[in-house]
């Protein structure tokens, strides 16, 4: 079934109790919802980390059942010579197959309190068929000031493909097209009445936290509580 049909399926109910993180590279979704999942005892779901795994393979498995090659495109085809609007445009077009699997990963889950799935693939255009309010979710982007932090602090986000024959170009095409597909995330929640949190590095992450656990209160349980 696809994920904008208005019935959806959801064996466990896990889906529609779900509290959903989207929005744009380098914000600082993966870890608020890690301190989410501590402070509240929730699950989180990273779907980067299944997107670069075991997506990956169904990747592999579509193109073979489509007949299409099943190597992975040229480097340079991809991050070099191409434009960040067409690799944004690329992106997007990818996004419903991707959220598919990222949906089938959540219905094996069961927990007992939410579960909060976080990753930029979470397009809010995606997710709002499936959720009973808009406070489900949030969606969270860089401002360009701390996105250049992030460049600067975190080794993975300035890491570009080492195959490329230009990786400064290569860098460059990437971030345009982070900043494309990030302002489209926006452009989408705005549309759907999703709140946009810019997150512009002033305040640290236990405090972003607060602000996305405010957002999310009335789904949330009580904070776990540590003590003698």
Request: with cysteine.
């Amino acid at each position: 079934m696809n994920a904008t049909d208005s019935e959806v399926w959801d064996p466990f109910g896990t889906l529609r109790s779900a509290l959903w993180i989207g929005g744009g590279q380098w914000a600082g979704k993966s870890t608020v919802a890690r301190l989410l999942a501590i402070r509240y005892g929730l699950t989180a779901y990273h779907y980067d980390y299944h997107d670069a795994r075991a997506h990956h393979d169904r990747r592999i498995a579509r193109r073979v059942r489509r007949g299409e090659p099943t190597a992975d495109p040229d480097p340079d085809g991809v991050w070099v010579n191409t434009s960040p609007q067409e690799m944004a445009e690329e992106t997007l077009a990818g996004f419903p197959t991707r959220f598919e699997w990222a949906l089938d990963d959540l219905r094996g889950l069961v927990s007992g309190r939410p579960i909060v799935a976080e990753g930029w693939g979470l397009r809010p255009e995606l997710v709002a068929p499936i959720i009973d309010s808009p406070r489900r979710m949030i969606v969270m982007v860089p401002s360009e000031e701390f996105r250049e932090r992030q460049l600067r602090e975190l080794p993975r986000a300035a890491a570009v493909t080492p195959a490329v024959s230009d990786p400064d170009r290569a860098q460059r095409n990437r971030l345009a097209r982070d900043r494309l597909v990030a302002d489209e995330a926006a452009r989408s929640a705005g549309r759907l009445g999703i709140r946009v949190l810019e997150v512009d590095g002033l305040d640290d992450a236990e405090a972003v936290a607060d602000i996305v656990a405010d957002h999310f209160s009335s789904y949330l349980p009580l904070p776990n509580v540590c003590g003698p």
